[in-house]
């Protein structure tokens, strides 16, 4: 008989996992609650982020991964592919490979995102681009973008504008 191994179980409080001040466009903060750092899976990577009122998250794709965004909190809108959606709280991103997306916070006050990606390589840019942050201490009055941010990007698996623009659409599936 196979043996059945069981995997771990763990609740984390709220400011619980590796936080990080990001530099603009999105400003806010990121954090880190799952990775295989802190999980013994390497099958994902799990997160929060704040995007203040009036930022937005540049527009990028990835070349490794699958990404899933929930709006915890707030309102804006997603740029998928040249296609503008609405965004509001309780709303659900699903983004493959080489889509290329952005996200803006248009409402009033902080947009609250849960993040989740699949292979893990997102926590390599928060940990890279950030500045360590402890919770309550206010954001640094300026963050600029590490000046070897593509060396990060790659690393982690972002795709390159001329990956997103030669990526195709799959056909439509086929009946089984």
């Known amino acids: ?3 059945l191994v069981k995997g771990p179980g763990a609740v984390l409080a ?4 590796d936080s990080y001040w990001q530099p603009g466009p999105h400003f806010g903060h990121m954090t880190i ?7 013994p899976s390497n099958m994902f990577s799990m997160g929060t982020q ?10 990028h794709g990835h070349a490794r991964n699958d990404e899933i965004l929930f709006i915890h909190a707030g309102s804006g ?3 998928i592919d040249g296609d503008e959606h609405g965004l509001e709280t309780g709303s659900t991103v699903v983004l493959g490979r080489f889509v290329e997306h952005a996200i803006y916070n248009d ?21 890279g681009a950030g500045k360590p942050r402890r919770p ?16 990060i990007l790659d690393k982690a698996g972002y795709a390159t504008a001329e990956q997103i ?4 659409k799959p056909g439509p599936r086929a009946a089984e």
């Open 1 to 3: 008989m196979q043996e």
């Open 14 to 17: 709220p400011e619980e996992g």
């Open 33 to 39: 609650k799952v990775s295989p750092s802190t999980h």
């Open 50 to 59: 704040i995007l203040p009122a009036g930022c937005h998250i540049r527009s």
């Open 77 to 79: 809108r997603a740029v």
């Open 107 to 127: 409402g009033p006050g902080d947009m609250e995102i849960v993040w989740f990606f699949t292979p893990p390589g997102l926590e390599h840019v928060v940990e």
């Open 136 to 151: 309550g201490e206010p954001p640094p009055e300026h963050l600029e973008r590490p000046a070897d941010i593509a060396r």
């Open 165 to 168: 623009r030669a990526s195709v």
